[in-house]
């Protein structure tokens, strides 16, 4: 079970750009008459000052046409814009569909895995997304958070806990409580990037007590997972399927050294093949 706090992303963030104060006009200053003198003397030469500036401002008027300092400007402002944007493209492709109308619909109770009770999560251990529109999912990471079934689904109730997953398994029969939709980002792996590209499973029990291993549990788990890595086109392999200890940057023993690897890949390709 994760106790670190991700750090919401609800909403894109301005990290500042280039100063697009403009250090000068960009007008050319009038070069002066050979011999040195300037046009009309001192007082009244030729130069850049309100005097030139309001004759080029009457001449683009009669002409109807555009000062090169406001070709100057606009193109500062538009060559900034676009190296906004290209520097943002991911972010805002994965945040198109928040403004276009395109969410994902959504039914209260509904559940992703045939058979699982729909026991939410508090909103403040999640981040509403529409997976996999703005996030792909190639990954399940597999927990067990060191606590019973009972009390893994009050903490991930609790909002001052920051963290869940997105199902439970108990192990006793193996029943199944989803708490968050496979459509939003569960705060599950300790890693950002992997919270918004995976899925995550709690499996009742302890790390160093492997009775809580039930072959009930196994066969419940595999099931669920061999439809996630169906609906999400998930291959079934141990590079995909992950225990949270193999989360990057990550300290955690989970599922611990007695889960049998093996044994439940091949329960869960076997449960894959099924479903054709």
């Not at 729909?118 to 958070?145: E, Y």
């Not at 919270?195 to 196994?218: F, K």
Request: hydrophobic share 35%; glycine share 12%; aromatic share 6%.
């Amino acid at each position: 079970m994760d106790r670190e706090p991700e750090r919401d992303a609800a909403r894109p963030r301005h990290d500042g750009g280039p100063d697009e104060s403009a250090a000068g006009d960009g007008a050319p200053h009038a070069p002066e008459p050979a011999g040195g003198t300037p046009t009309g003397g001192a007082a009244g030469r030729d130069a850049p000052g309100p005097r030139r500036a309001r004759r080029d401002a009457e001449r683009e008027k009669r002409q109807g046409g555009v000062s090169r300092r406001a070709l100057l400007t606009g193109a500062v402002v538009l060559g900034g814009a676009g190296a906004f944007g290209y520097s943002r493209r991911d972010e805002l492709e994965r945040w198109w569909w928040r403004y276009s109308g395109a969410a994902a619909p959504r039914v209260e109770g509904e559940v992703d895995h045939v058979g699982a009770e729909w026991i939410p999560a508090s909103g403040a251990n999640l981040r509403r997304a529409s997976r996999p529109r703005d996030f792909g999912v190639d990954r399940v990471v597999v927990h067990m958070p060191e606590a019973t079934y009972d009390v893994t689904l009050k903490v991930f109730q609790d909002p001052s806990h920051r963290a869940s997953t997105h199902y439970v398994v108990r192990s006793g029969d193996g029943h199944v409580a989803q708490m968050v939709r496979e459509l939003d980002v569960a705060y599950h792996a300790g890693n950002r990037a992997f919270n918004e590209r995976s899925v995550g499973i709690e499996h009742e029990g302890w790390a160093d007590q492997p009775e809580y291993l039930t072959e009930a549990m196994y066969m419940s788990s595999a099931v669920l997972v061999a439809g996630i890595c169906a609906r999400h086109g998930i291959p079934v392999d141990r590079d995909h399927i992950v225990g949270h200890r193999e989360v990057p940057d990550v300290v955690r023993i989970c599922p611990g050294s007695a889960w049998e690897w093996d044994r439940y890949i091949e329960m869960v390709r076997s449960e894959r093949d099924a479903l054709g």
